[in-house]
């Protein structure tokens, strides 16, 4: 559904305009916050997954699986709020501005009215689960691979031997973990919502 508004944005007939009055300006802004609001716990507990499965890759049958899993999670939850950044941009009544966001916000919680939909009897994904605590660390994965040995106390001899067996896409997905992380902790989580302030301005400036 997020691709489908995105050929919209993509389109020749869309266009992002100036706010005629305060008033837009100002729903724009606050439907924009509502849906960082909303998308960022999603986007949070991504990358909590993601740091767990590079972590503990030999907790899981299919590593890459379920790293992609907790990846499409964050990248929903972003694209989320970056086409209503864009879409919202496109509207110049405070009214229609809101309209948009209800619907927008309802297509950031598909995947919640899906999990709703689900029985809970017999359903894996609605059984009780233990939190996912980090118990191996980088420091252990580093100690492992210069001494072929681990230098902490916590780890056990069993996990060592199972370390042994993970390959490179472990360190593949640890550098796709590490730039979002960066990018979360550094513009995603504190100033992706001000972008609807001046991006409106940037693209009049780009169309002069």
């Not at 007939?13 to 008033?23: A, D, G, K, M, Q």
């Not at 499965?53 to 990846?71: E, G, K, R």
């Not at 681990?150 to 780890?155: D, E, K």
Request: aromatic share 12%; hydrophobic share 45%; charged share 20%.
């Amino acid at each position: 559904m997020i691709l489908f508004i995105g050929t919209i944005i993509a389109g020749d007939s869309f266009e992002i305009v100036l706010p005629s009055n305060v008033s837009v300006l100002g729903a724009r802004f606050i439907c924009t916050i509502l849906m960082h609001l909303q998308v960022e716990g999603d986007m949070r507990q991504g990358l909590r997954m993601m740091k767990y499965v590079t972590n503990h890759p030999f907790d899981f049958s299919n590593p890459s699986s379920a790293f992609f899993v907790a990846l499409m999670q964050t990248l929903g939850g972003l694209a989320a709020e970056i086409a209503c950044i864009l879409f919202l941009g496109s509207i110049d009544k405070a009214i229609d501005v809101i309209i948009k966001f209800v619907a927008l916000a309802s297509i950031a919680k598909v995947d919640d009215i899906y999990a709703s939909a689900l029985p809970a009897d017999g359903n894996k994904i609605k059984k009780a689960s233990k939190p996912l605590m980090i118990r191996v660390h980088k420091r252990d994965w580093e100690a492992h691979a210069e001494l072929n040995q681990n230098s902490s106390p916590s780890v056990s001899h069993k996990t060592q031997n199972e370390m042994d067996n993970v390959g490179w896409s472990r360190k593949i997905g640890r550098f796709v973990f590490k730039i979002l992380r960066v990018t979360y902790g550094c513009w995603i989580f504190y100033f992706l919502p001000y972008s609807s302030l001046f991006l409106p301005y940037i693209a009049q400036l780009s169309r002069t």
